[in-house]
Nanobody, 116 residues
Framework: VQLVESGGGLVQPGGSLRLSCAAS????????MRWYRQAPGKERELVAT????????YYTDSVKGRFTISRDNGKNTVDLQMNSLKPEDTAVYYC??????????WGQGTQVTVSS
């Protein structure tokens, strides 16, 4: 099983980034997918969720209207489009695939830094 995130980097406040997560080794289309983030000194928090079919999404309040999660079950990828970025969005962003406590996979994370 592999989840490989990409697309992180340094961006100015108000800018945009698109994170991507490439999945392999499991039945991707059967899993809800999530993006989490963890800022220095803080607990990991759930940012966005998309159902296995891609027909429903959830966002934490702080990113609603700015971030969009999407998936392509044909390519086994899940993306997070991040617009109007703020310094408080600075964190390591992680891709997660979970069916239950037994089938719970994580990527290695990608750093997002929002700074002028």
């Amino acid at each position: 099983v592999q989840l490989v995130e990409s697309g992180g980097g340094l961006v100015q406040p108000g800018g945009s980034l698109r994170l991507s997560c490439a999945a392999s080794g499991f039945a991707f289309s059967s899993y809800a997918m999530r993006w989490y983030r963890q800022a220095p000194g803080k607990e990991r928090e759930l940012v966005a969720t998309i159902t296995s079919a891609g027909d429903s999404t959830y966002y934490t309040d702080s990113v609603k209207g700015r971030f969009t999660i999407s998936r392509d079950n044909g390519k086994n990828t899940v993306d997070l489009q991040m617009n109007s970025l703020k310094p408080e969005d600075t964190a390591v962003y992680y891709c997660n695939a979970r069916r239950n406590s037994k089938y719970d996979y994580w990527g290695q994370g990608t750093q997002v830094t929002v700074s002028s």
